[in-house]
Nanobody
Framework: QVQLVESGGGLVQAGGSLKLSCAAS????????MGWYRQAPGKQRELVAD???????SYGDSVKGRFSISRDNAKNTVYLQMSSLKPEDTAVYYC???????????????WGQGTQVTVSS
C-alpha cells in the first residue's frame, strides 16, 4: 500500500506564488522520478515538471522560468514552487512518482488525488 498526499493548493491572485508539496508514504522500496501534472477543465492532463532521483529536472514549456521543482529524498517528498502565476495556470495539480514497492517488485507510476490551484485575474 502506498499514498501520495499533496498539499499547498488554493486561491491566489495573478502574479502571486504558491508552493505545492507531495509526500509519498507506505511500503516503498525505492522512488525514482517524481513530478507534477495538471489538468484544467475541458483540457488534457499535461506535464508541469518532473525530477529524477539524481535531481535532473524538466519542465513543460508553459511554466519554464516561472516554476521550480525540487525533492527531498530523505522525506520522500517532491515540491513545486510556482511563481508569477497566471489565470491559465488554474487547474488540478497531480503529483506522481515512479516507485518500486516492497510488496510489488516492479516499477509503476503512482498518482496523488490532486490539489486545486486557482489563479484569479
Amino acid at each position: 500500500q502506498v499514498q501520495l498526499v499533496e498539499s499547498g493548493g488554493g486561491l491566489v491572485q495573478a502574479g502571486g506564488s504558491l508552493k505545492l508539496s507531495c509526500a509519498a508514504s507506505g511500503s516503498i522500496f525505492t522512488i525514482n522520478a517524481m513530478g507534477w501534472y495538471r489538468q484544467a477543465p475541458g483540457k488534457q492532463r499535461e506535464l508541469v515538471a518532473d525530477i529524477t532521483s539524481g535531481g535532473t529536472t524538466s519542465y513543460g514549456d508553459s511554466v519554464k522560468g516561472r516554476f521550480s521543482i525540487s525533492r527531498d529524498n530523505a522525506k520522500n517528498t517532491v515540491y513545486l514552487q510556482m511563481s508569477s502565476l497566471k489565470p491559465e495556470d488554474t487547474a488540478v495539480y497531480y503529483c506522481n512518482a515512479w516507485m518500486v514497492l516492497t510488496t510489488i517488485p516492479k516499477e509503476y507510476r503512482y498518482w496523488g488525488q490532486g490539489t486545486q490551484v486557482t489563479v484569479s485575474s
